[in-house]
T-cell receptor, first 112, second 111 residues
Framework: QQPVQSPQAVILREGEDAVINCSSS?????VHWYRQKHGEAPVFLMI?????EQKGHDKISASFNEKKQQSSLYLTASQLSYSGTYFC?????????????FGKGTRLSVIA | DGGITQSPKYLFRKEGQNVTLSCEQN?????MYWYRQDPGQGLRLIYY???????QKGDIAEGYSVSREKKESFPLTVTSAQKNPTAFYLC??????????FGDGTRLSIL
C-alpha cells in the first residue's frame, strides 16, 4: 500500500520552514526520504529504521513515529537549492533487500 | 567510485520494436530494482531481483521483461506489448535494509 504524503505542493520564500508528512495505513518498517530535481534521478537524503528515531544534517531533519505509522521531514531556513520533489519510501516487509514503495511526492518550490 | 550506471540516457522506440535498457552496479548490492516514473507522478515498481538468477514482478510488470545473470547487471526489456512506454526509467540497488540508491535514469520515447 502506497504511503500518503502531504501536502502535495508547497511554495516557500527563502528562509521559511516547511514540514512534509508521510503516513501509512500499514505498519512502517522503515522510512527513506529522497529529493528529486527536475529531470534528474532521486537523491537519497536519510533513512529512519526504527520508531522514535530522528536524524538530520544541515537544516534538514526527519522523525519517525512507528506507533502512528508516520514520518515527517523538516526543512528549516529554506534555501533556493531545496526546491524539488520530495518522496518518502517505505519497506513493504521487515526483511532486507525488498523494494521500497513510494508516495506520490511533495513538490517544494523555494522563491527569493 | 561506486555507483549505478544506466544506459543509454535517451532512447527512442519504433512501433513493434523491443528495446533494452542497461543497468550495471559496482556497489556489490544484492538486490536490484526497476521503477517507472511518468511526468508529475511517483515511482512505480516494474520488476525486482533479490538474488542472481531470480526476479519477481512488481506492480506494473506487463509489457516488460528482465534477467539477472550476474550480480552487477539487471537489464530491462521494454517489449512491443507495452503500449505506452514513454516514461523515465530508474534502476536502483540495495543490500539488506540499507538505503536504496538510484542510477541517473533512461528517458524512453516513442518515435
Amino acid at each position: 500500500q502506497q504511503p500518503v504524503q502531504s501536502p502535495q505542493a508547497v511554495i516557500l520564500r527563502e528562509g521559511e520552514d516547511a514540514v512534509i508528512n508521510c503516513s501509512s495505513s500499514k505498519a512502517l518498517y522503515s522510512v527513506h526520504w529522497y529529493r528529486q530535481k527536475h529531470g534528474e534521478a532521486p537523491v537519497f537524503l536519510m533513512i529512519l529504521l526504527k520508531g522514535g528515531e530522528q536524524k538530520g544534517h544541515d537544516k534538514i531533519s526527519a522523525s519517525f513515529n512507528e506507533k502512528k505509522q508516520q514520518s515527517s521531514l523538516y526543512l528549516t531556513a529554506s534555501q533556493l537549492s531545496y526546491s524539488g520533489t520530495y518522496f518518502c519510501g517505505t519497506d513493504r516487509t521487515n526483511s532486507g533487500n525488498t523494494p521500497l514503495v513510494f508516495g506520490k511526492g511533495t513538490r517544494l518550490s523555494v522563491i527569493a | 567510485d561506486g555507483g549505478i550506471t544506466q544506459s543509454p540516457k535517451y532512447l527512442f522506440r519504433k512501433e513493434g520494436q523491443n528495446v533494452t535498457l542497461s543497468c550495471e552496479q559496482n556497489l556489490n548490492h544484492d538486490a536490484m530494482y526497476w521503477y517507472r516514473q511518468d511526468p508529475g507522478q511517483g515511482l512505480r515498481l516494474i520488476y525486482y531481483s533479490q538474488i542472481v538468477n531470480d526476479f519477481q514482478k512488481g506492480d506494473i510488470a506487463e509489457g516488460y521483461s528482465v534477467s539477472r545473470e550476474k550480480k552487477e547487471s539487471f537489464p530491462l526489456t521494454v517489449t512491443s506489448a507495452q503500449k505506452n512506454p514513454t516514461a523515465f526509467y530508474l534502476c536502483a540497488s540495495r543490500t539488506g535494509r540499507q538505503p536504496q540508491h538510484f542510477g541517473d535514469g533512461t528517458r524512453l520515447s516513442i518515435l
